[in-house]
């Protein structure tokens, strides 16, 4: 049987940032396109993806491009133009949501199906696979089991988030932005109404939760899921945060390098999807970045704990203790984190207020802020900027090299020597010379000019001299030697990479349904003609076309009854009256609750 290869992904908010994700252990990364990302703010120029796509193929890791909003049709030749210049620049796939895009006059480069394309079920896979679709990116909400069914009845590979933030609704299913904005979360531009702070009502006017981060969740980490994720099939572990700076993706990365290299050892049925080991001078620990708290979010059906973070949107970071007393310019901490001056704190205030301070000063478990809080004794404190630890990020933090073998063998008059690289490239070169008989062994002197390969990607596993120790070979000629069989071992493994192109597809395929609502997401003429082509007769116009009348702006698992223990499957005496309400400013909210699904929906009152 053929191991399957497996993924890491990882964000990349401009070149460099990917960059160091390969350097920290990605397999490929995804980077947002120069205009049509469904993160506006995170475009990156041709030049810049180039730059990325040259160093991440040295490595055999990909560069998956994000195209993925939907799109108007005046921005459809740009569109074309855009996806031209990714294919000749050796891009590997486009990450896209718009069918429209299937309509185009493009070249042959794959393409990946997006989470935005709400992918939740075995008939919406199949379709995309049997379209031209090389891997599709499944919703987030989906558990083990339904993913483990979703692969057994495709082949396409999947892809899942296994870390980052999360999206309260499915994606590519939420309107709410655009509704109470005019910013449209399936044109980039989402405005994040899900991170306000909410009071909760019923139909009575009873306030059951007042200004609360209601529909804000926690973010993603299944840390301890990975195995069991690739055993339900999937190939490709995703990384969120195409916004997030480099730390972050230092950081996670090479968590996640470490923890998947564990299974994979163990493992021979699963092998890396690029060639390379990273050293790290830096122990990686993910909460020590940007996070709200975790959740492995819905992967377990049994698991019940909760999934929200309804005190804050912000970071929290690590618990570091809690607040022994306070003096007038002093914080005494009982707690065995060590602390740096300059690390910034944080709390919740005894109204609950979420707030934070910067350390001056450090003596032991006694800081000094650089500006006293109003915090007593007993208060949690946590930490959401480790300024050392943020200082080792700031420096090279990790090294990656490819594995090579180096075998010189010659003769009085000529010499040989070849490289062979860990994933069975090998060339070689000859040089003529006059051999010269040495007085000493020279096998040392021999193994450390070869060994000095500096700036390339390549490390020493192996050096073989075949009777060479015999001879006195310059240490300029080896130089050169080594240099050139190098240079011609990059030349090589540059020339048999090849990126994978677009599945050709032999017939029409019929989408699963023969009807399309707003829920379509259908923006321009090209996709309604794609969809039309594979049967659908009806398709309404996309929300951002035309908001229509009393329909929801959100459908999500994440269910505000739940999670405050009023779960309408239960039975209860004290039940809220139907319907709730969600109240920020002036914008009132409907709640609707779908037990059968167990989904809630949100209404614009």
């Not at 290869?5 to 920290?24: C, D, F, T, V």
């Not at 429209?100 to 393409?111: C, N, S, T, V």
């Amino acid at each position: 049987m053929t191991p399957r290869r497996i993924e890491l992904l990882s964000p990349a908010k401009n070149a460099e940032i990917g960059i160091e994700a390969i350097n920290h252990g990605a397999d490929a990364v995804y980077i947002g396109a120069p205009r049509f990302s469904a993160r506006a703010a995170a475009g990156n120029s041709t030049s810049e993806i180039a730059r990325l796509v040259d160093y991440a193929h040295k490595y055999d890791s990909r560069v998956y491009v994000a195209l993925n909003t939907i799109l108007k049709d005046e921005e459809l030749l740009e569109t074309e133009r855009i996806i031209g210049e990714m294919y000749s620049i050796g891009v590997d796939a486009l990450i896209v949501q718009d069918m429209g895009i299937l309509e185009l006059d493009i070249p042959p480069i794959a393409l990946h199906a997006s989470t935005q394309t709400d992918n939740r079920t075995v008939e919406k896979v199949r379709f995309l696979e049997n379209v031209g679709f090389s891997q599709v990116v499944l919703a987030r909400e989906l558990s083990l089991a339904q993913i483990r069914h979703i692969s057994e009845n495709t082949n396409v590979p999947l892809e899942v988030f296994i870390h980052g933030a999360l999206c309260v609704s499915y994606s590519g299913q939420c309107y709410l932005s655009h509704c109470l904005s005019g910013r449209s979360a399936n044109r980039g531009a989402c405005a994040q109404f899900c991170r306000l702070p909410y009071t909760l009502l019923d139909a009575d006017g009873r306030i059951l939760q007042k200004e609360k981060h209601l529909l804000s969740l926690k973010d993603m980490n299944r840390t301890d899921d990975l195995e069991a994720l690739l055993d339900a099939g999937v190939s490709s572990l995703k990384i969120e945060g195409r916004l997030k700076e480099m730390s972050y993706v230092k950081n996670v990365t090479a968590w996640y390098r470490k923890k998947l290299d564990a299974i994979l050892e163990r493992r021979p049925e699963y092998i890396r999807a690029s060639s390379g080991t990273t050293d790290f001078f830096f122990t990686p620990d993910p909460n020590k970045s940007f996070n709200r708290g975790f959740t492995s979010y819905l992967l377990d059906t049994k698991d019940s704990s909760p999934i929200s973070s309804p005190d804050t949107p912000k970071s929290m970071g690590e618990y570091i203790g809690n607040v022994k007393q306070v003096s007038a310019k002093s914080i005494t901490i009982a707690g065995i984190v060590r602390l740096n001056n300059g690390d910034g704190l944080c709390f919740f205030n005894e109204s609950g207020v979420f707030e934070g301070f910067r350390v001056n000063r450090v003596e032991g478990n006694l800081i000094f802020p650089a500006e006293m809080p109003r915090i007593k004794a007993k208060t949690r404190l946590y930490r959401n900027y480790d300024q050392e630890f943020e200082k080792i990020l700031a420096r090279k933090s990790a090294d990656r090299r490819i594995g090579v073998t180096l075998e010189l063998s010659g003769s009085w008059d000529k010499l040989h020597l070849s490289i062979a690289d860990e994933t069975g490239i090998s060339v070689f070169i000859d040089r003529e010379w006059s051999g010269e008989e040495a007085r000493t062994s020279q096998s040392e002197n021999q193994r450390r000019q070869l060994s000095k390969l500096g700036d390339t990607p390549f490390r020493i596993a192996e050096i073989v001299l075949q009777d060479t120790d015999r001879y006195f070979i310059p240490a300029s000629l080896l130089s050169d030697m080594r240099r050139q069989v190098v240079d011609l071992l990059l030349k090589t493994r540059k020339e048999a990479y090849r990126t994978e192109k677009r599945k050709t597809v032999a017939e029409t395929y019929p989408f699963p349904q023969t009807k399309l609502t707003y829920l379509g997401n259908v923006y321009n003429a090209k996709a309604r003609k794609f969809y039309i082509e594979h049967g659908v007769t009806a398709i309404d116009p996309a929300f951002e076309t035309r908001i229509p009348d009393h329909v929801p702006l959100m459908f999500t698992r994440h269910c505000i009854r739940r999670e405050l223990g009023h779960c309408l499957k239960e039975e209860r005496a004290d039940r809220w009256t139907a319907p709730l309400y969600l109240q920020y400013k002036n914008t009132r909210l409907r709640l609707e609750f779908d037990c059968r699904l167990c989904e809630m929906r949100i209404y614009k009152e």
